[in-house]
């Protein structure tokens, strides 16, 4: 079993299942738009339990025992490499798929955590009312609209003002530019009679993402580098 997962071949199979389950579900989700409407609207886990056509949900299932596959086949592959002896003039060459695929498998840890504990909700809110959202409060202070060059439709800017505990701070909101305190706070809409839809969006797993991102760039630099460097580059 332990040779089965160090091997080259089964991470090609398994990139090969994983392709083919998600072209899949891009011939499911076009005939079903009204059912996957709201998928991005809430973490995937969560969507999953309120929605249960097995039918039309069955290879998202599939897509994420393949990826558990890949991350296992990854680790395992990773830490073989590992005790085998470096010597220092390879050490960047043979670190680097290794920081290739831990930033893969940092991404995989972050979309899992986000779709397990974090959350996405919009908020019908009035210039004046305030909103209560877990350990804080929201207040719309006031909406204003502008016309910036090059645009042909206004834009809304939402003064809130938030508190936690005893401290007040203020903020402003635009459709581009959320506030982050704590959470993710987006200005989706505003009307002139001071109606305004916040989204309000937890995702705690975007560190994680960040970061698997930023080690994959060094792996893929240092395999670049060492490749070069040694005349492969072609």
């Not at 804080?136 to 060059?149: G, N, P, Q, S, T």
């Amino acid at each position: 079993m332990l040779r089965v997962l160090k091997s080259i071949k089964t991470t090609l199979i398994i990139i090969f299942i994983s392709m083919s389950i998600f072209l899949t579900g891009s011939f499911i989700i076009p005939k079903n738009l009204q059912f996957f409407s709201e998928i991005n609207d809430m973490p995937l886990f969560k969507w999953l339990s309120l929605n249960e056509d097995i039918k039309k949900t069955f290879w998202i299932y599939l897509s994420i025992l393949a990826m558990a596959f890949l991350s296992l086949n990854m680790i395992v592959c990773l830490i073989d490499d590992l005790l085998k002896r470096l010597s220092p003039g390879l050490l960047i060459q043979r670190l680097s798929p290794h920081l290739i695929h831990a930033g893969v498998l940092l991404v995989l840890l972050g979309h899992l955590i986000s779709a397990s504990t974090g959350f996405k909700k919009d908020l019908s809110v009035r210039r004046g009312e305030e909103v209560f959202l877990n350990d804080m409060r929201i207040k719309i202070e006031a909406v204003e609209f502008v016309d910036l060059r090059g645009e042909d439709q206004s834009r809304w800017r939402v003064h809130l003002e938030i508190n936690r505990g005893l401290q007040w701070s203020t903020a402003i909101a635009e459709p581009a530019r959320p506030v982050f305190y704590k959470y993710a706070i987006y200005a989706k809409s505003a009307e002139p009679d001071g109606r305004v839809i916040l989204g309000i969006v937890h995702d705690p797993g975007a560190k994680w993402e960040v970061a698997g991102a930023i080690v994959f760039v060094l792996g893929a630099g240092g395999l670049f580098w060492s490749r070069f460097r040694a005349g492969n580059y072609k």
